[in-house]
């Protein structure tokens, strides 16, 4: 039997994509147009600035995930949008446009969760799906811990009990004057200078859960602010960036640890940071266990990871949501009890 085409897009924030998936791993297409030069004039997303973008990008990315597949829009099977978490205005772009399609089209329409959609990114290039491992996501609005048992089930072990990770590089960078979105600034930053100058406060490292915290460090990072001169800016991107990524490796190798594991993956913008690649890549070569990464151009926000997730949901015959609508607030499913 053919494999399953999957068409997806993904609207939940600043960037719009579409992308053409054909069974397990035969990623097609995956057309990013990004409103990040927009934005950075405003220091952070502008929902309502977003979604008139959102509205101009749409048609013109379907297209060209279209021309690059090579495909006609009447070989499609199942067709997805990201149903949240993410802005409403921006999300409500991609999933009509999308749920519009699949009526005209007469085919199963799937909303998709976002955050199952970074779950699934560092698994593109594995056969057989996603498979047992802890992961770390650190994205622009999430930080979890998960434990993830197979394509369609998962286990949150911990959030983030303020700001996500990359909120954190976004709010300092922002402090800093670097502009948004504020990792890829700092990484650069960071990449000269000496870690070890400045202390940083690492929260939550020892606590006796998976849980994170990062406003302290933004707090700290404030502070330091008005004794610091332009030419200690690198040290001090250098240390933020150290600590966050300490806190990161340290829980996510507990987690790998007590509940014995052999895999670890991370997910999300933040994990396209070379220095976390780095100490992940140490760290788990060390305990000897195996790193999955997602391939940088999946790891910020994409639709190949949104038709990755639908394909799952199609494969295991999960019923089809034609009349949904989209919940900016959505999470993962919570901790079991
Ligand atoms: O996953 P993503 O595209 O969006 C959300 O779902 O939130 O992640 C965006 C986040 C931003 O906070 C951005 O600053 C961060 O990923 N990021 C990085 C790097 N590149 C992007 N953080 C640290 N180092 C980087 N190189
Ligand atoms: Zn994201």
Redesign the pocket.
């Known amino acids: 039997m053919a494999a399953t085409t999957v068409f997806a897009i993904e609207s939940?924030?600043d960037?719009t994509a579409a992308a053409i998936l054909q069974g397990r791993g035969g990623l097609l297409s995956s057309v990013i147009a990004s409103q990040a030069d927009i934005h950075g004039r405003f220091g952070g997303v502008v929902p309502e600035v977003a979604s008139r973008n959102h509205l101009m990008n749409l048609q013109p990315v379907v297209q060209q995930a279209l021309n690059i597949a090579d495909i006609p829009l009447a070989k499609i099977d199942v067709i997805a949008a990201t149903r949240g978490p993410g802005l409403a205005s921006s999300l409500l772009v991609g999933l009509s446009f999308a749920k519009a399609l699949a009526a005209a089209l007469g085919r199963p329409f799937y909303g998709i969760n976002?955050l199952e959609g970074?779950l699934l990114s560092p698994f593109f290039s594995t056969p057989q799906g996603a498979h047992r491992c802890i992961q770390i996501l650190?994205?622009?609005?999430?930080t979890a811990l998960v434990e993830l048992h197979s394509p369609r089930s998962f286990r949150v072990l911990g959030t983030t009990r303020d700001d996500?990770?990359?909120?954190a590089?976004?709010k300092v960078?922002r402090l800093l004057g670097l502009g948004y979105?504020?990792?890829?600034a700092?990484?650069q930053l960071a990449s000269t200078g000496d870690p070890a100058r400045f202390e940083l406060p690492r929260s939550m490292l020892t606590s006796d859960n998976y849980d994170f915290s990062f406003s302290g460090l933004k707090t700290a990072v404030r502070y330091l602010l008005p004794k610091i001169k332009t030419s200690d800016l690198p040290d001090l991107c250098a240390a933020f960036?150290e600590a966050v990524c300490d806190v990161l490796v340290c829980k996510a190798m507990r987690a790998v640890r007590e509940l014995r594991h052999d895999t670890l993956a991370a997910s999300?913008?933040?994990s396209?940071?070379?220095r976390?690649r780095q100490k992940l890549a140490e760290a788990t070569k060390t305990a000897g266990i195996r790193l999955l990464l997602a391939d940088p151009a999946l790891?910020?926000?994409n639709a190949a990871m949104i038709a990755a997730v639908a394909l799952e949901r199609h494969l295991a015959s999960e019923p089809e949501d034609p009349a949904l609508d989209a919940d900016p607030s959505l999470g993962l499913p919570n901790p079991a009890p």
């Open positions: 939940s924030c960037e976002h970074h650190v994205s622009g609005g999430h996500a990770a990359g909120e590089f976004d960078a979105p504020g990792g890829p700092i990484q960036q999300g913008g933040v396209i940071n070379a976390l790891c910020t926000d």
